[in-house]
């Protein structure tokens, strides 16, 4: 255990502030070698013995802890450095006796574990503590019991002079050492605000690593939704007509259907057939507008232009339930958007009028127009929308598929579709209905300026 608490060389990835200890036993080996060396030439001048032989012992122990230290053994200079001192202190007070007051040493001695020994090195700075305490107490001791060996060419004016040097020595040294445990601090501080700020910045890293894996969290989710839902509309929603299809087909191919009753099938055939493709238009362009990046191009359209192709391709469904496509829209109404969107958009909405209409009932399709915005409003009036189902009517999760008046069916995706695309052009859809009255749907675009 004393080995390995002795052995630890300086190494390049040693912490800073270990560094900087290493650095002040160096710096303290230097002042203690230049006070030696100063102190033992004066005695050595006035032949002051044994003062001028302790000195410069000392002056060559400090010598060799400075070597010690700069050679990578930091640890070791440590440990010879402060008990060096100790033992200097005592030495001195059992020479000089009481004549000499050495107590003041022992104040930047007291100073010096603080600020060489790190943290790992705990149990040297309590060894070195107890030490100090056991010496105080000797030398208290040795002025108690009047234990000395007191140089008898020392006279009264030169111990005054020895104590004004060691006092002012003394004061010199606690100066030095509190600078060193001063700029010890700052680096301290220095390096607990860099690691604060590291610290800060990897807490920032980390929450934004955390929102990007919620957020393709949500995203694989939403996939996964948009998957299993076009999973679910395939599955159900296609099988019945093609199988329909297939049904009819045999049938015709077997010669078990009568030539007059083609005509009605092939009115069934064309029926479905709008219906499926309205489907798979739905189908395409609402997986496109979860799964890529589908942006709108849009120019200058003329509203009526676009409605009139739209009650054109439903004008079959239409007439079949008896229902009138009356189109009220100026020529001169013109919107900025995408016009394959927009038909989209408006081809939904028209089918779900007529789907929910009464026979021999009205489709009308009317604008206005206020300075920034055109609002294309399609109106009939069908069986309506329950107020339960008008605030989700535009919630992703929630089925909100009905028959319609002739027992239409629907997939349930046809409004959500509307409203992206319609958003996708800067647009938004209004919904008002008085269940078995009125219900009109309403979609505000931005108006095209000349």
């Not at 943290?119 to 019991?145: G, H, V, W």
């Not at 005054?160 to 700029?183: D, P």
Request: aromatic letters at 10%; proline letters at 3%; charged letters at 20%.
């Amino acid at each position: 255990m004393a080995f390995s608490i002795l052995s630890e060389d300086i190494t390049t990835d040693q912490h800073q502030l270990d560094t900087k200890r290493i650095k002040i036993t160096a710096y303290t080996a230097v002042i203690c070698i230049f006070l030696c060396v100063l102190f033992g030439a004066v005695f050595f001048t006035f032949n002051i013995f044994p003062l001028n032989f302790i000195f410069a012992f000392f002056a060559v122990v400090h010598f060799s802890t400075w070597r010690i230290c700069v050679a990578g053994f930091s640890r070791v200079a440590k440990i010879v450095l402060y008990f060096s001192l100790l033992l200097q202190v005592v030495t001195m007070s059992v020479s000089l006796g009481s004549e000499i007051d050495l107590k003041v040493f022992y104040i930047p001695i007291a100073i010096i574990p603080f600020i060489i020994f790190g943290k790992n090195e705990r149990p040297l700075f309590n060894l070195s503590i107890l030490f100090t305490l056991l010496n105080i107490a000797l030398i208290y001791s040795l002025d108690k019991y009047d234990i000395s060996l007191p140089a008898p060419n020392i006279s009264a004016n030169i111990n005054s002079w020895i104590n004004t040097a060691f006092n002012l020595t003394a004061i010199f040294c606690m100066i030095f050492l509190a600078n060193l445990f001063l700029s010890l601090s700052e680096l301290g501080e220095t390096l607990l605000l860099e690691k604060s700020n590291q610290l800060k910045e990897k807490q920032q890293q980390l929450s934004e690593q955390n929102q990007e894996l919620e957020k393709t969290k949500s995203e694989l989710e939403r996939l996964n939704s948009v998957k299993d839902r076009l999973l679910s509309i395939l599955s159900h929603d296609l099988k019945s007509p093609i199988n329909n299809i297939q049904a009819i087909t045999e049938l015709i191919l077997e010669e078990k259907i009568q030539i007059e009753e083609i005509k009605a099938v092939a009115l069934k055939f064309k029926e479905s057939s709008i219906h499926t493709k309205q489907l798979l238009d739905n189908l395409v362009n609402w997986s496109s507008t979860h799964l890529t990046s589908h942006e709108p191009h849009p120019r200058r359209i003329c509203m009526k232009e676009l409605i009139d192709n739209v009650f054109h391709y439903t004008d079959y469904l239409a007439k079949n339930k008896s229902i009138k496509l009356i189109n009220s829209i100026e020529p001169d109404t013109f919107a900025w958007c995408d016009y394959d969107m927009m038909d989209i958009t408006f081809r939904n909405i028209i089918l779900n009028a007529i789907k929910f209409s009464h026979p021999r009932g009205e489709v009308a399709a009317y604008a206005t127009v206020n300075n920034k915005h055109i609002r294309i409003t399609i109106e009939d009036h069908g069986i309506g929308i329950p107020h339960t189902m008008l605030n989700q009517l535009f919630e992703p999760n929630i089925s909100k598929t009905r028959l319609g008046t002739n027992a239409e069916k629907g997939s349930g995706i046809g409004l959500l579709l509307c409203k992206q695309l319609i958003n996708a052009n800067d647009g938004q859809i209004y919904v008002y209905s008085t269940p078995g009255i009125i219900t009109t749907f309403s979609v505000e675009l931005p108006v095209c300026e000349d």
